[in-house]
């Protein structure tokens, strides 16, 4: 990996390509009052966070399933094609379905990249690195007059006052996996269309990942105490968390719930079985293990 994904920015992108940490100050205010107020909502291109939907989702009283379909696009992360999401907009309006005159209908569960405006956060992780990096980019676009209004403040204080800590907090996990994902590259191979599909419900879709470890099959394999498999259940952060820990498990195999005694051979077993069955099915000779 390059030491930072700013050094190719156009010179005519909002982006500024100076990295920036957390005491290094800047000037930006928005409110009501600014003339430009609802300007960057007007025309958006918003990723969702796995905890922004969640929130999302319980503010406007749906399901993960009615919520993705009225509210969101899918989309392609990197070249692999792990799966990401973003919110719908109008083919002949871009602007956020979320905004009217008087701001944000949402704003108390705003996304995170709302919260972090205007700024950005880039993390990194250099191959064979256990750690991320994470650093921040000032975006100016020609609309945004916050950048004149006559206030300094520093990066962690901007984080606080937008109440983005938390939602950085709770997308950690999620975020490694895809940080890893990248920065191991053939290392771990292109994941299979299994995977992706594993990875967009564990992320993404909380109600049938619910059902998912509420299914036979997942009881089978994964031994689980009664009063955490109770908790998951009824409980959407949890069982967020604890979909971030298992997709570590499937996709790169850190080991951190526990498997019933032998139940992952008979699992392996089984889709191998299942496989063979099929004569058109290019893998029907991969003796192997699978881990979903």
């Known amino acids: 990996m390059t ?44 990723s969702l966070t796995p905890y922004d939907i969640l929130r999302l989702k319980k503010r406007l009283g749906l399901t993960s399933n009615e919520f993705l379909a009225q509210y969101t696009v899918p989309y392609e992360m990197d070249a692999s094609g792990m799966p990401g999401v973003k919110i719908r907009t109008a083919d002949d309006n871009l602007a956020c379905p979320f905004v009217t005159e008087e701001g944000c209908s949402v704003y108390e569960d705003r996304p995170t990249v709302c919260r972090y405006y205007a700024l950005g956060l880039m993390s990194m992780r250099q191959e064979n690195s256990s750690t991320d990096e994470e650093a921040y980019f000032l975006i100016k676009e020609d609309h945004c007059l916050g950048h004149n209004e006559p206030r300094t403040i520093t990066i962690r204080d901007y984080r606080k006052e937008q109440e983005v800590a938390h939602y950085d907090e709770m997308n950690r996990e999620w975020r490694q996996i895809v940080l890893k994902k990248r920065s191991a590259g053939p290392t771990i191979g292109k994941p299979s269309q299994r995977s992706f599909q594993f990875f967009f419900m564990g992320s993404y879709n909380l109600d049938s990942f619910r059902n998912f470890i509420k299914s036979q099959g997942f009881s089978e394999l994964y031994d689980l105490k009664s009063d955490e498999f109770e908790r998951l259940k009824t409980d959407d952060v949890a069982l967020l968390q604890f979909g971030f820990k298992l997709l570590k498990q499937v996709l790169f195999g850190e080991n951190t719930i526990p498997v019933k005694s032998d139940a992952m051979e008979k699992r392996a077993q089984q889709r191998r079985e299942q496989t063979k069955a099929d004569a058109n099915n290019p893998n029907k000779d991969y003796d192997g293990p699978n881990m979903i």
């Open 3 to 46: 030491d930072s994904p700013l050094e190719n920015i156009p010179h005519n992108s909002p982006l500024q390509p100076v990295k920036l940490f957390l005491d290094d100050t800047i000037q930006f205010r928005c409110h009501k009052d600014i003339a430009c107020f609802n300007k960057c909502c007007q025309r958006i291109d918003i």
